[in-house]
Structure formats: structure tokens, C-alpha cells
DNA sequence: TATATTTGCTTAAACGTTTAAGCAAATATA
DNA sequence: TATATTTGCTTAAACGTTTAAGCAAATATA
């Protein structure tokens, strides 16, 4: 019952008595193949339930139709956003991705590439995880000529396309709204200097207390991975202080749920004695108690313009010289109940 | 000095003036060639730095040594641990997966099952959207041959392997644990009752009521759609019964977490007034207040298993007649604040 | 009516790999 | 020493598709 041989394009051509070229390219919509012969054509695929195989046309053409994505988790919000997001656009155009995680170790990112290269991809989109800082891997996509665009965690010196938000503007709006709200002393619990996207949200902090005019305090500004664990660890460091800070900013959404922990354990009114402010805006954010204000990062835009971005090196064709062209997306401040201290 | 053209068994022939065929079986280690061409093929292949074309030897061993994985959504510590571990397993066999996402859409789970096939991918892997009744789509998978693995959310009519936990039990388990406790108006917020494991759930309720002597009561069994809406939804109509239940039990952790908020808005202690136990253990359970009691699905096992159950499936080649393969998994309840009324 | 162009196909080769069949040289066996 | 077997390769074809080149018939143009 099942097994039947599979039916290819030669199958057709013998039904009809004509050659499977003129078949390949009845189905393509050739000018040069009459009409009568196209709709019969496509009735007997039909019949026969022909499916083409991509492997054959794939070979023959050089191009796989697959691009591979490269993400530290799926199980985040805003990376299973963006993932829906490129496969919408791409699946529109005739593309199919392929969904790789590396778990944010840089052992696995380069075992994710290879895999990538070894399938054939026409295209990588990428972030990076948080180890990576050697990019040897990533020029070995670029010296294959395969396109590279990455989002959310690049690099510059890469020289290849990259779609974020304006983390350093993303500080400023929320140094301005905690000082908005009357805090004075906002500390930092910042991620990774080395990593673009967090150097620039410390960065935009540091700048944002200038133009406010506050104080800048080292003992505030705090690196960390941004885990759950790190934020409890980092909040615990901050309340230790002689000085407690009356705001935390932590450049992510786990981060700020560990100094939410720390804070209510230690009975710390949120916002009135200590407010709170995450990143990323992960759906947990919305469920906690008190709910914690957090930074929207367009997923779906990011997601749809890395897709439109690689459609675009695919049209041109695989010659064409790669150029750092940045996208930057404005973010969004969600006011939630951690920093809101007048309804409070 | 990118786009070199690319390296092929022929180059590698060529620098050794043997035939493509000869580095072919050299490189796959082939007993009839002799060591010495094996270690010149090898070094040369490293040389050159030559990248085998897996849509060339897919094309003509008629397998392309990828796996398909459809799972209802990414963004789900289930789902997402499921799929790392089945990529965990299938990598060492040189398998490589490609993920998709119904996103809880019947249609979109169709568009799956047809980009897979057409991917001429050699097993699907797949967890059914909620929508799903109509099975015609993996008739569809079987009739081509393909080793066809469910998870999770699975259907018995479809004669295919399937892998999941006991949801029967976890029923048993969670009522048994709510009795202990001192609970005797025990409320089930239930899933979907054409799914089955949902289905499940709901006799195993039914039947631990009974096997507890409590009565069963048709006001305290409703059936959700388990998100976090319906989740408030469904803990308000419980809220306004003449005699309220002490105990919710909702078949998913986005449901309890709904039931979870309204309990509090309408200060309701959690667990004195009403115990609360929720199912799938997310990550969330454990960081909300107070933290949710919950059951662990062995996401790391479910997944080893599938794709081990696809490699047995790939190993027998393409014609082996799939039969029912039943894996139920013992599944282990984790308590926490929300049902732990001697502690609080 | 004679030549040029267009239409609608066919032929043949190619993409890069694998593998069945075959063959000469080397080695083993009688 | 003569035959059988093993070793180590080569040759040729194939996987299913696409596409350049070509060619006959139909149609258009002079």
C-alpha cells in the first residue's frame, strides 16, 4: 500500500508522450511551452499526486531554498517571535528555514554553522550567543559568499547587515522615566560589556545619568550574565550597599525577576523604596507580582526585515559583495506596576 | 576572494590522478581501498578544504538524513527542551533537524506536513496542534513511507509510535496529593476532550474522585482551552459557585497561572482557602507567589526517545511497516507553595 | 512566393555524489 | 607452477531536475 515508486517528472512525460524537459518546464511556466501542453501537464501532476524533489532541483541549481537560523534559545519569547516572523516572509517566497539553537555556548553556534554550511543553506540569520567573541566561524560564512544577517546579538567588526533596536537610546528612555518618577540613585545591572548590544545599553546609561545630571556610581554599575540566579546574586550585592539605590535597571527580563525575588524577600516596597525596570519584555513580566516595566523589542518587525534583507542578497544572486547596513528599530517602554510610583 | 568555486570529490580525484569514485569510497572508509589512499584522500580533503554536497548524496541514495519536528509552538520550556534533545540524539547519527510551528493552527500544521515532505525530509517528528481532529494530513505522511513519531499530543487512531507521559496517572497522582492535603471539593480546569491526553486527564480526575470516595461534580469539571485568559475565565465561574471548591487542578500551568491571579485579586489565600496544582511544570511555576505546584513531563526523555524510536525506524530502511508503539513515561509531581497547606 | 521570425518542442549534458560491475595486479592455494 | 582468490582500483550509470542549444513546423514579413 504504501512505497509506491515515486512519481517524477519522467512519469508525467510518459503519460503525455512528450519529454520531461518540456514537462520541467510546463510546470516552471516556460513562455515557450503552449498552453494546451501546460494544463496538461500540471492535470496528469496532479493526477498522479507529483511532488517535485527539491534535493534533484536543488543540485541542479545551486541553491537549496533553505536558510538557517541561528538562535541562543528558542525558549524565549522574543527569539520564537522572531523565528515566526522570517519564516512568514520567507515561506511566502519559496523558502524554508532551518531552526538551530546554541544554547548560548559557543562550542554549539560553531556546530550549528557547520551543520548550516553542510545543508546547503542559500543564507544564514543569526544571533549570537552570549560566549561568542571569537568570529572566525562567522568569516567562514562570509568567505563561502553566503549571505549573513544578524539580529538583536551582533558584531560590527563583522562588516555584514544587522537589524536591532536602539538599546542605547532604550537607557535613556528608561533613565528618563525612573527620574521622571523621582529616583536619584539608578543602578545598572548590566549584561556582558563585551557583547554590542549590552555595551550600548551601558553606554546609553551612562549618558542618560550625565544629562540628568546624576551622579555616576561605579559601585551601581554591575556586570552580569543576566540569568535569574545572577540577578538575585547582583540585587543582594546592591542592598549591601551603605546607599541602597531607590531604582534598579537590569538589561534583562530574568535579571530583573531575580532582584524582584531579592526585593520582595527582603520586604523592599516595589516601586515606592526600590523601583524595578527589566528588558525584553518577556510575557512573565505581565505576570508577576508587582508586574515589572520592561523594553519592547519588535520582535515581528526584527524577524520580517532580516527575512526581507536576505530576499534581497537572493534576488541579486550570490555574487554580491556584502555591506554593513544597520537597521535600527526604535524600542517601546511598557510602564508596568515595579516603577510606577504615583499609582502606587 | 570569496565565491572560489566550490571543492568536489573531482578536485580531490584530480591532485591524486585516481577516479572520483575511489576518494568517494575513501572518504567513507570503504574496505577496498587501501590505507594509504585513504590517509592522501583524507589530507587532501583537509587541504582543500573540501565540504561534501549533502544534497548530491541525498539525491542519490534517495535519503537526505534530515529529520522534520512539528511542534505546536517554540516558545514553551516543553517543546523546546523536546526539540534540543531530539537534536541531541539525531546529530551523532549525522541527522539534522528542521523545526516548524503550528502555532496551535490546524492549517498551518498542514503547511508543515507539505514543506517537510516536499524537504523530502526521512521521518517527521510531531506533537499535534490543539485545532487538530482531522487526521487526513498524516495519512498523508504514512502513505509515503515515512516514519511518522507523535508526542505528547497524539492520537490512537492513527497507528504510529507514539511517546508521552501517563496523563491517567498524573491525574491519580495530583488528586491523591490534594486529599492529603485536607481537599475535598477538588475542581479540574480540563483541556480540550477530543484531544487525548487531555481526555486522559479528565478520567483520571473522575477516577481518583472516585477511587477517594468524593462525589463527582459536574459544576467543579470544566473544559478550557487552557490559556492564561480562559485560565481567569475559568477561576471566576468557579468563584461564583454557592459552595466553592478548596482545590484547582488545571491541565496546564497557563490556566493555573490565570486561576492563580484571580485568586488574588479577589484575596483569596492560596493554599488555605483554595489549593492550586497546575500541569507541564514551566519555568514560571516556580518564580510566581507563591509558587505553583506542578507536574514534570520529562521533556529530556521524551525527546531522546523519539528520535531514538525515528533512528530504529531509519535504520531498517524505508519499508517497514509502522505499527502502534506505545512509550508512556512515568510523570513526577512537583510540590510547591500552592498546594503545600501544612507548611504555609 | 521566398525568406525571416516565432513557437513549441527535443536532445543532451550537467549538478556532485554513490554504487554495481568489472578488471588487472598481487597474493594465496593446490 | 597453474589456478583461485583477494586487493585496489576504474568505468559507467544513476538519482531527478534544469537549461543551453538546436531543430522542425507554423506564422509573419517582404
Redesign the interface.
Known amino acids: 500500500?504504501?512505497?509506491k515508486k515515486r512519481i517524477t517528472i519522467k512519469d508525467i512525460a510518459n503519460v503525455l508522450k512528450i519529454s520531461p524537459a518540456a514537462v520541467s518546464k510546463a510546470l516552471h511556466d516556460d513562455s515557450r511551452i503552449s498552453k494546451e501542453t501546460k494544463l496538461a501537464v500540471k492535470k496528469v501532476a496532479k493526477e498522479l499526486n507529483y511532488?517535485?524533489?527539491?534535493?534533484?532541483s536543488?543540485?541542479r541549481k545551486g541553491k537549496?531554498n533553505?536558510v538557517g537560523v541561528i538562535v541562543p534559545?528558542?525558549?524565549?519569547?522574543f527569539f520564537?517571535?522572531v523565528?515566526?516572523h522570517i519564516?512568514e516572509v520567507l515561506?511566502k517566497e519559496g523558502y524554508?528555514?532551518?531552526?538551530?539553537?546554541s544554547?548560548e555556548s559557543y562550542k554549539k553556534e560553531c556546530?550549528n554553522i557547520d551543520?548550516l554550511?553542510?545543508?546547503?543553506v542559500d543564507g544564514i540569520i543569526a544571533s549570537m550567543a552570549n560566549e561568542t567573541i571569537d568570529l572566525s566561524y562567522y568569516e567562514k560564512i562570509?568567505?563561502?559568499?553566503i549571505p549573513l544577517i544578524l539580529f538583536d546579538r551582533g558584531e560590527n567588526n563583522l562588516n555584514v547587515d544587522y537589524i536591532g533596536i536602539d538599546d542605547y537610546r532604550s537607557s535613556h528612555i528608561i533613565v528618563e522615566h525612573l527620574v521622571e518618577q523621582g529616583c536619584q540613585r539608578i543602578a545598572h545591572i548590566g549584561g556582558y560589556k563585551h557583547t554590542r548590544i549590552f555595551n550600548n545599553r551601558i553606554r546609553g546609561y551612562v549618558d542618560a545619568l550625565k544629562k540628568h545630571k546624576l551622579p555616576l556610581n561605579k559601585e551601581l554599575l554591575i556586570e552580569s550574565n543576566l540569568t535569574?540566579q545572577d540577578g538575585r546574586k547582583k540585587m543582594k550585592q546592591l542592598l549591601e550597599l551603605k546607599k541602597r539605590p531607590d531604582a534598579v535597571y537590569a538589561a534583562g527580563d530574568y535579571a530583573a525577576?531575580g532582584a524582584l525575588?531579592v526585593l520582595?524577600e527582603n520586604h523592599i516596597n516595589i516601586p515606592n523604596d526600590i523601583a524595578l525596570v527589566g528588558f525584553g519584555n518577556e510575557p512573565?513580566t505581565a505576570?508577576?507580582?508587582p508586574t515589572i516595566t520592561s523594553i519592547e523589542q519588535h520582535s515581528s518587525e526584527i524577524g520580517k526585515q532580516a527575512a526581507t534583507i536576505f530576499l534581497e542578497y537572493a534576488v541579486k544572486g550570490?555574487?554580491v559583495?556584502q555591506t554593513l547596513n544597520k537597521t535600527i528599530l526604535d524600542a517601546a517602554l511598557i510602564v508596568r506596576d515595579s516603577s510606577n510610583i504615583k499609582n502606587s
Open positions: 500500500m504504501t512505497n511532488q517535485p524533489n527539491l534535493l534533484a536543488a543540485l537549496s533553505l534559545k528558542t525558549n524565549s519569547n520564537s517571535s523565528i515566526q519564516e515561506n524554508h528555514i532551518i531552526i538551530t539553537q544554547n556546530d551543520t554550511l553542510f545543508t546547503q562570509k568567505s563561502k559568499g535569574l525577576l525575588q520582595q512573565f505576570l508577576v507580582t550570490n555574487f559583495k
